[in-house]
């Protein structure tokens, strides 16, 4: 993987005995998308794994994964970052968030469009939130095979980032990480800006979405 990509191994829906297997090949950032089966897998693993956490996050479900999250990409409404600032004060952590756009072309796809999110860094109140950091943006791509679509969604958040850095993180250097590419677009998301891709099929074969998250031994 180039210089400076970061592989996120997504895990979601396998069990421990596949996340340990790659653990001991050496891969130390795991991505989940459900607070239950996160903190399920996190008390049978190593201590120094980074969860990274993916999916949609309900505001009920923050404390669940605030002590240990070490990134989560998801943040895609004003509320959820406040909560998250809560659960951060209450286990005195500061949690490194990713700002969730949406540019795919999809309606069920989560997250801010570009005018909410300019909206709410204008407003700055997120300047308030002591327990946590804002470290970059996240977006998922149209899911289809067209690769110029996918090509010009990931073109659109790199010169989206920029723009936000240069415009609201100029002097905060931990604002550096743009979270896109999955199994199917990973190559094309590299080629325009990621620094860390999500790569769960790829590594971990398909996923039993039958699985109890509570039998994932
Ligand atoms: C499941 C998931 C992935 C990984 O998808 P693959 O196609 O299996 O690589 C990446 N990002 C998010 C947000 C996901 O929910």
Redesign the pocket.
């Known amino acids: 993987m180039s210089d400076g990509v970061k592989l996120v191994a ?1 895990s ?1 829906y396998h069990p421990v005995s596949d996340l340990q297997a790659a653990y001991d090949a050496g891969q130390r950032i795991f ?1 989940e ?1 459900h607070a239950q089966e996160v903190v399920a897998k996190q008390a049978l693993l190593p201590d120094d794994i980074q969860w990274h956490f ?2 949609h996050l309900q505001t009920n479900k923050v404390k669940y994964i605030a002590p240990f999250v070490a990134l989560i990409h ?1 943040v895609d409404s004003f509320k959820l970052l406040k909560e998250i600032n809560r659960q951060g004060e209450r286990c005195h952590r500061i949690i490194d968030c990713l700002l969730q756009i949406h540019i795919a072309r999809e309606e069920t796809k989560f997250g801010f469009s570009p005018d909410e999110l300019i909206q709410m860094l204008n407003e700055g109140e997120w300047r308030n939130l002591s327990h946590i950091r804002i470290a970059g943006l996240m977006c ?1 791509a149209t899911h289809t095979a067209d690769t110029r679509q996918v090509a010009s969604e990931f073109a659109f958040a790199h010169s989206l980032f920029n723009q936000v850095r240069h415009d609201y993180f100029q002097d905060t250097p931990s604002f550096r990480e743009l979270s896109m590419g ?3 677009d990973y190559q094309i998301a590299i080629q325009h800006g990621a620094t860390l891709v ?5 590594i971990f074969g398909e996923r039993d979405y039958t699985t109890q998250v509570n039998t994932l031994k």
């Open positions: 997504v979601k991505g998308s993916i999916g998801s998922m999955m199994s199917g999500r790569v769960g099929s790829l």
